[in-house]
């Protein structure tokens, strides 16, 4: 394929990434945040093997691959592992903020990433000057916010995991040459995250009874016991 | 060949600890292990004071002095949290059939916090960092409770968020090492490609790391997890993550100063200063209004974190060698402080400020070291805390920067009084309910005696391989 054409799919894919991060941090059901996740990962892993096929890096496309695998297949099959079926059929009923506001937040966070990494652009080696950059800033940006609006342990996994995701797609134009050992080593990192939190999350479900983290307010230090 | 042991042993431990589920074989695991890394530790330091450095694979592991320091932290806080573990988990699990468990994560987190002074790549070095928060979420969480959940999950969250931001901020870096046409990503690599790295990457990536590490660190505005996770894990793994685990985070800060430095016309010093003032203020007056004792010690986790980072922004030698000085006696302290406040929950069943009066007739031994640990802790004249404040008073003079280190001393103050009153009450204050005596775990007194020692040794005197380890240490801060 034509460098262009290639150019255009990864500004498409780069695109539709950032939609899935705005319906991360929207939707109400548990288990559509984790398809928009996985959806969003798949667009990361394409990024990649765009990315790879334009510059001739077969570093790129294993990165791909390794994206490809890990997240829209093991991490998905981890938490049916880890958690019961109830947790993922759970719907919020009220989020910390709502809808409208987060999306509005959402939206001056991707302006915002916009404007701070004009100047990284400039300084960067031109081979690097992609939309990858403000995409992947954008994605850490929204994932962050999930986590301050969601109130459901697994969304708020998921946040952080959309998070990760915003950094791999600024990664992979920003630093195409890292070793693949650390790029492997960090996606098996992702991996045993997600089955702490899956464990811990079990434990907070048997024990407390439910698992809307969000309620979980009682250490501070105006009112004790 | 020696480091590759330090972090193998902690790491054989953990898979004792998981193949036998035998809570003897455990305890007996955990403890030959951290001796054998400690013997090492020391070995580790000798070797780098003899020839400046160990090196076990070019370019990935290696030690240089401020990695031996930190090892020797972790060594020893590792050790003596082992032991007060033993007497002190056999009376306070409910479960013993899950010992086994404590353990395992004990030697993970033991492991994971080894391996971040010795990996000389950046990458690397973030990897082993998510690791610790991953390994020691289970451990706070240990007791299940609803509180202990909480602190739990708020912890992970937290520190995960943290962790990710910190990540974009190495790969930003490692687009800056290549825009500077660096070829080894290392420490070593960044500080000789600095002087050509374009300042916006540099200096985005020292906020994105100070910012997504800090929280890790407890650096104010992202401190709100800190208290809540270092009071309600078991007594010796908040010893653990108060500390050392913070000490080791923020010394990969640390270690991006001199990086920093290199860069002309950046203004991380002063990043560096306010933002560590900011956290000394905040856990200042946090201290006054305290109702739990070890969310006390917590927030004076908060406060010393603050002042290593002002200090090691003022930039001079003598700073640098202020701030590593108070690592050490932080680690010493605050870990005896936490042993302290240990043996005090075991002979009072609260962590309640207001439920513990005149702990001394109580539990002398808990009462003698709670108020020992208190003046340790809150840098009273004879101990070691006193004179490494005393240092970074000094260099932040020489360096004239008075609005600073006056802002310093009126915090540390304020500070000193808050720690020293709730103390005060606890140890001497007259107790409602007749007092019975209390007999501690024979495990438990001595790992208080062993620490107390050493917070009172330290504070007369300091060996002279430590002080030549400290000085180079600062030394390779400061180019």
Request: charged share 10%; glycine share 8%; hydrophobic share 60%.
């Amino acid at each position: 394929m034509q460098s262009e054409t290639l150019a255009a799919l990864n500004t498409l894919a780069g695109g539709l990434f950032l939609l899935c991060a705005f319906g991360i941090v929207a939707t109400r059901q548990v288990k559509g945040c984790l398809q928009l996740f996985v959806a969003q990962s798949v667009l990361l892993a394409a990024s990649a093997f765009l990315l790879g096929a334009r510059f001739d890096s077969w570093h790129l496309i294993a990165v791909g691959v390794v994206n490809l695998i890990a997240k829209p297949v093991v991490i998905p099959w981890i938490l049916r592992r880890t958690l019961h079926e109830e947790i993922y059929t759970r719907r919020e009923i009220d989020q910390a903020v709502n809808i409208p506001t987060s999306l509005l937040a959402a939206l001056a966070l991707v302006i915002l990433s916009y404007f701070l990494t004009l100047p990284l652009l400039e300084a960067v080696d031109p081979a690097s000057r992609l939309g990858n950059v403000p995409i992947g800033f954008a994605g850490l940006f929204l994932g962050a916010l999930t986590l301050a609006v969601r109130r459901e342990a697994v969304p708020l996994l998921i946040g952080v995991l959309a998070m990760e995701n915003g950094v791999f797609f600024a990664g992979i134009a920003l630093s195409r040459e890292l070793p693949f050992i650390v790029e492997l080593a960090i996606a098996s990192d992702g991996l045993i995250l997600v089955f702490v939190v899956g464990v811990l999350t079990r434990a907070i479900h048997k024990h407390v009874g439910s698992t809307d983290v969000g309620a979980l307010a009682a250490l501070k230090e105006e009112s004790g016991p | 060949m020696m480091l590759f042991a330090i972090v193998a042993l902690p790491l054989l431990a953990a898979g004792l600890c998981w193949s036998t589920r035998e809570p003897r074989v455990a305890v007996a695991a955990t403890l030959v292990s951290s001796l054998l890394v400690l013997a090492l530790a020391v070995r580790v330091a000798f070797s780098v004071l003899a020839d400046n450095a160990v090196v076990a694979i070019e370019n990935a592991v290696a030690a240089d002095a401020l990695s031996a320091l930190m090892l020797l932290l972790i060594a020893a806080v590792a050790t003596t949290a082992a032991f007060f573990s033993w007497g002190y988990m056999q009376r306070m699990s409910h479960d013993p059939g899950r010992i086994w468990f404590y353990y395992l994560n004990l030697n993970l987190f033991i492991f994971s916090m080894l391996a971040i002074p010795v990996l000389v790549e950046p990458t690397l070095v973030w990897i082993f960092v998510e690791l610790t928060t991953l390994c020691s979420a289970m451990l706070v969480g240990y007791e299940n409770t609803r509180a202990a959940l909480e602190a739990a999950w708020k912890y992970v969250t937290l520190s995960l968020m943290g962790a990710a931001i910190a990540l974009l901020g190495f790969l930003v870096l490692f687009s800056a090492m290549r825009a500077a046409g660096g070829e080894t990503y290392t420490w070593e690599g960044l500080v000789s490609a600095a002087p050509r790295m374009p300042p916006a990457l540099i200096q985005t990536a020292f906020v994105l790391v100070l910012v997504g590490f800090g929280t890790k660190v407890g650096l104010v505005p992202l401190h709100t997890w800190l208290p809540d996770a270092h009071s309600q894990a078991p007594s010796p793994v908040c010893a653990i993550l108060s500390g050392v685990e913070t000490t080791v985070i923020l010394y990969v800060i640390l270690r991006m100063l001199p990086v920093l430095n290199a860069v002309p016309g950046l203004e991380t010093q002063l990043w560096a200063v306010s933002f560590g003032l900011v956290s000394v203020g905040t856990a200042a007056f946090l201290l006054i209004q305290v109702r739990d004792y070890k969310r006390m010690f917590a927030y004076s986790t908060v406060e010393h974190m603050g002042i290593i980072l002002m200090a090691a922004g003022l930039g001079s030698a003598a700073a640098h060698y202020g701030a590593l000085y108070q690592v050490l006696t932080h680690t010493l302290a605050k870990s005896f402080c936490f042993y302290a406040a240990g043996a005090a929950l075991l002979a009072t069943g609260s962590r309640e400020i207001s439920a513990v009066r005149g702990l001394i007739r109580r539990s002398p031994a808990a009462g003698a070291s709670l108020l020992l640990g208190g003046l340790a802790i809150a840098g009273a004249p004879p101990f070691a805390v006193f004179l490494s404040e005393f240092s970074i008073f000094r260099a932040g003079l020489a360096e004239e920067r008075y609005a600073a280190v006056g802002l310093l001393v009126l915090f540390i103050a304020i500070g000193f009084f808050a720690v020293l009153w709730h103390v005060n009450r606890m140890v001497f204050g007259r107790a409602s309910a007749a007092v019975q005596a209390f007999r501690l775990p024979a495990s438990c007194s001595g790992v208080l005696v062993v620490a107390a020692a050493l917070v009172v040794v330290s504070g007369l005197y300091l060996p002279e391989p430590l002080h030549d380890l400290l000085q180079r240490a600062a030394a390779s801060m400061t180019r």
